[in-house]
């Protein structure tokens, strides 16, 4: 059954602008299953090959998921919004326009920008209707990033303000297909901004705007998978035979993993080398921030389809980062303390963003952040402006050097994390649940 008729999300009126811009391969007849769509990219204004110069506006859009029409939001007409490529050193400039009713910002997700174009309202005046702001920065990690409002993101974020932003780094090596799966999920009612962790076995979960889509591979492609979850509270858990990361959120991992399952909460990205045998399907456990894993039936994502069973083909050569899982210096610089949720609020030390105290981490110092979660609730901690590395979840170290701007924080557990306080300013340190963040689970780190 097709959920959702459209490629990406389209428009439900005018046909197109949600659209890829290369043609999908023909379709086979035998799976009534749509192909999985990529977002068309956006166009590059500036002929120099080191600056990536784009248009971005914000407007309201009616399209379709799950067989209901949402009315909805979208970056230049299309669900997930353009896809901005640049590579490793270059200079990105958005021109961005307000054409919603509302005030709205853009934040670069997992991004190390200047404080001063970082998107958020504790240092920038919300960018109201008819009106514009240029974006400028530079971009230094090669990963897989994002960028969506941060303001009534609970609302803005869930209702289709969302995009990919990956930077390459010439080093990677090529793959046959290098594709973004953007993952959303929708409620029964998409318009409800729910404050409590819907039932994971009711959600409908799209890929690129997409209901449980189907992925064609010629024999002995490899295929690079960048997996955003941009959703409000849902968690994806992923597993599948021969499961291969390659990166997570900050970019390559120190070595390739083959973990059982990779957890995706909010906010989070990972990367797969997907080097399959046989036709498979991607499937997510079900997992609940109000619980943890929660028993029954993996449900479906994506169906790849293969020609015939074949071989694994041969793994790219990719140019992994290295290094150790840091040793845990023993001091603490910050602590954030998650609670609260009886009604609407939830808290940081007890403080509802923006009452918040402000905690100050030295400029050009490697600092211990902790995070504790008392509350009855997961919460995903993220970051803005810095790349941190996990030191210990619950004591234990890692396997491997994680280095991430998201961290998912389970119920009674605390994180103890190492960030390389190397971007001046004020950051922003949140829950990315967005109704508990818009419920004021954030803070404020400063860095000087
Ligand atoms: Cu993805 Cu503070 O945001
Ligand atoms: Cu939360």
Redesign the pocket.
Known sequence: MILLALACVEPVDTAGPGEADTAPPADTGDSAAPLLPQPAPAEDLDPDESVVHVALEASPLSFEVNGRTVEGFAYNGQVPGPLIRAQVGDTVVVDFTNHLDAPTTV?W??LAVPAAMDG?TWLQDPIQPGLGFRFEFTVTEAGTF?Y?P?LD?DHQ?DLGLYGVLLVEDPAEPAVEQDLVVVWDAWGEDPEADTHTAPDPSSVVWTANGVVEPRLELAAGERVRLRMLNVANLSYLDLAWPGLRQIAGDQGRLAALAAPESVLLAP?DRAEFELLPTASLTVETALHTASGGAVPGAALPLLQVVLPAEQPAPEAADWPFAGGAVAPDPGTTDAIYVFSGGGGDAWLINGEVYPDVTVQTLALGRSSVVEVRNLSSTEHPF?L?GHAFEVLSQNGEAPAAREVED?VNVGIRESVRLLVHADNPGDW?A?C?LLPH?EGGM?AVLRVE
């Open positions: 934040h997700h997992g958020v994002w969506h941060h993101s974020v906010g993220h803005h998201t922003m949140h990315h963040a954030m």
